[in-house]
């Protein structure tokens, strides 16, 4: 997390988690960090959030196809559509490559624009294109990448 001492202050802070695979050290770590962050996480298989930490919903992160709903899907049905993403954490299989194009589509009319991004990245080592492309998304989009 970059400066992750901002959010220690913060009096309302919003992360969502994805794919987490029944692992919450990051959810941990961050509640002693920042104890007013909202942490939601989201995964396709049924886990419990440690208590006090985080909430859990059963969700596949997607570009919306194969049952899959969108960041922009998940905050409107948890009511935060007017509320800033501060961190979206993700660990998604190489779905990171369609969600960040719907995520940057400049015709979508449910843009999100987290203020972090943390995502493992699976690269192709046959279509690197792919990996380029997800990259220039995030830059055409000012994002600073670390």
């Known amino acids: 997390v970059c400066d992750p001492f901002r959010l220690e202050n913060k009096k309302s802070c919003l992360v969502y ?5 029944g692992d919450f050290s990051f959810e941990e770590d961050l509640k002693l960090l920042a104890p007013n962050c909202e942490i939601y996480t989201f995964d396709y298989s049924l886990y419990k959030c440690p208590i006090n930490i985080c909430t859990y919903h059963q969700a596949l992160i997607g570009k919306e196809i194969y049952g899959t709903k969108t960041i922009a899907m998940l905050m409107k049905e948890l009511n935060h559509q007017e509320r800033e993403l501060d961190i979206l954490k993700m660990d998604i299989e190489g779905d990171e490559y369609s969600l960040f194009e719907h995520m ?3 015709n979508s009319t449910n843009k999100v624009y987290p203020r972090q991004i943390l995502f493992e990245i699976h690269i192709d080592q046959r279509e690197t294109n792919i990996t380029h492309q997800l990259f220039d998304y995030l830059r ?3 994002s600073f990448i670390t």
């Open 17 to 21: 988690s994805a794919d987490s695979d």
């Open 104 to 106: 940057f589509n400049p």
């Open 140 to 142: 055409i989009n000012n």
